[in-house]
């Protein structure tokens, strides 16, 4: 069974999206939030596998709530997906950075709402890998260019191998298609993925997409 924590400060928004995942046979609404601050300590009561985060709430905002569950260590296991009502947008960009592990935009389809409470859960960071792509590469710039003009001390941990698989997590392939790529076992692929992340100190694939951009190995407009 997947836990869902729902945070929106519209309570008809709420009660949509509860139905909605409730109807369904392996997810649970296990709690709900009108604010950030209250997200965060639903989160915290009920250690859910995904939070369904709206950024702009009153008080402590989404933003600050997905900062304060990606840094809980006892909250390691839950995944932040950001709601918003557009999809190129600055504070969801900032929400990827901060921890969060996908967003989806609020007039989804119920299906890729379905789909993406999932593929969160199964550990699948990266929610419309294009889109989220998009986000990234549009916001990632002005990053960029607030951050040193060296790649950061922690890139050279990481094995020639393991920037190569970096740089195509931040082209949004699986690791299937890692493997593929690579001309390697699909098992090694992930291991390559997961080292990465330990290295980098990233929660999870979204993480390693802004990294790859914030360090320069990939640049706004590389990718189509």
């Not at 069974?1 to 296990?30: H, K, T, Y």
């Not at 890139?155 to 699986?174: H, I, Y």
């Amino acid at each position: 069974m997947i836990s869902v924590v729902l945070a929106d400060d519209q309570l008809l928004v709420r009660a949509g999206f509860r139905a909605l995942l409730n109807a369904e046979p392996d997810i649970e609404v296990v709690g709900e939030a009108g604010d950030g601050l209250e997200a965060v300590a639903q989160a915290q009561k009920t250690k859910p596998d995904v939070v369904l985060m709206d950024i702009r709430m009153p008080g402590v905002d989404g933003l600050e709530a997905t900062r304060r569950i990606a840094a809980d260590p006892s909250l390691s296991g839950t995944r932040v997906v950001i709601l918003t009502t557009f999809e190129l947008d600055e504070y969801v960009f900032e929400a990827l950075r901060l921890g969060a592990s996908g967003f989806l935009v609020k007039d989804t389809e119920p299906v890729e709402l379905i789909r993406g409470v999932r593929a969160v859960a199964a550990g699948d960071g990266l929610l419309s890998p294009g889109v989220t792509r998009r986000v990234i590469g549009e916001f990632a710039g002005g990053a960029h260019a607030r951050s040193a003009a060296t790649p950061p001390a922690t890139l050279d941990q990481l094995t020639d191998r393991e920037r190569e698989v970096l740089v195509l997590v931040a082209e949004g392939l699986s690791n299937d298609e890692i493997a593929a790529r690579l001309v390697i076992s699909p098992a090694t692929a992930k291991t390559h993925v997961s080292r990465t992340m330990i290295k980098l100190g990233a929660r999870d694939r979204a993480q390693l997409v802004v990294y790859a951009y914030e360090a320069g190995l990939i640049r706004p407009g590389w990718l189509a």
